[in-house]
């Protein structure tokens, strides 16, 4: 059975920096365009970013491009997000999603994690 | 590539028919189109990926169509389990974008 689990979620100031992880089992890890997307409260959602299976392929949304770092380590089945510089509009759900698309940032998602809170405030 | 779903919302009875809409503002790649179905304090479930095909385990009761600029989630007799908030997804122009949502809520 596929899951992903993301933790690392929680309150920061604005300014201030969170990782999240997600933990990857029941297929071959390596194998897959991995995905962060982010949904706002109330709003739909967006994709945040993109890491190819052997990480030769990273791609980021202009929103979060330079404050975010994607990574992944296959030997843990685990993928990574790196944020810095949050701002207050960063506030957001963020789960982590498989890939099944044909490219690297042009993929449609069929399984998601359960989800990450990430709260920006003062 | 925004993307406009409309009705914004839909209310309707169990056993009825849903049909939901999705506005490209460009045209969309190779029928690269896809819808999911979100539930409150769920995550997204992917239901149609290019357009048409349905994902493993979706009931046939869901079906998409369309291509270019204009596509369409029909769900042909709405069960209890279907009352949830949809988005459809473009993933043929980077970067992939998702629609606002449309509700389908219990009359």
């Known amino acids: 059975e596929v899951q992903l689990v993301e933790s690392g979620g929680g309150l920061v100031k604005p300014g201030g920096s969170l990782r999240l992880s997600c933990a990857a089992s029941g297929f071959t890890f390596s194998s897959y365009t991995m995905n962060w997307v982010r949904q706002a409260p109330g709003k739909g959602p967006e994709w945040v970013s993109s890491i190819s299976g052997i990480s030769s392929y990273i791609l980021y949304a202009d929103s979060v491009k330079g404050r975010v770092t994607i990574s992944r380590d296959n030997a843990k089945n685990s993928l990574f997000l790196h944020m810095n510089s949050l701002r207050v509009e960063d506030t957001a759900v963020y789960y982590c999603?498989?890939?099944?698309?044909?490219?690297?940032?042009?993929?449609?998602?069929?399984?998601w994690g359960q989800g990450a809170l990430v709260t920006v405030s003062s | 590539i925004v993307l406009t779903q409309s009705p914004g919302a839909l209310s309707l009875s169990p056993g009825e028919r849903a049909t939901l809409s999705c506005r490209a503002s460009?045209?969309?790649?190779?029928?690269?189109l896809a819808w999911y179905q979100q539930k409150p304090g769920q995550a997204p479930r992917l239901l149609i990926y290019?357009?048409?095909s349905r994902a493993t385990g979706i009931p046939d009761r869901f079906s998409g169509s369309g291509s270019g600029t204009d596509f369409t989630l029909t769900i042909s007799r709405l069960e209890p389990e279907d009352f949830a908030v949809y988005y459809c997804?473009?993933?043929?122009?980077?970067?992939?974008?998702f629609g606002q949502g449309t509700k389908v809520e219990i009359k």
């Open positions: 290019g357009a048409s």
């Open positions: 460009q045209s969309v790649s190779s029928i690269y």
């Open positions: 997804q473009q993933y043929g122009s980077s970067p992939g974008t």
């Open positions: 999603a498989r890939d099944l698309g044909d490219y690297v940032g042009l993929g449609y998602f069929d399984f």
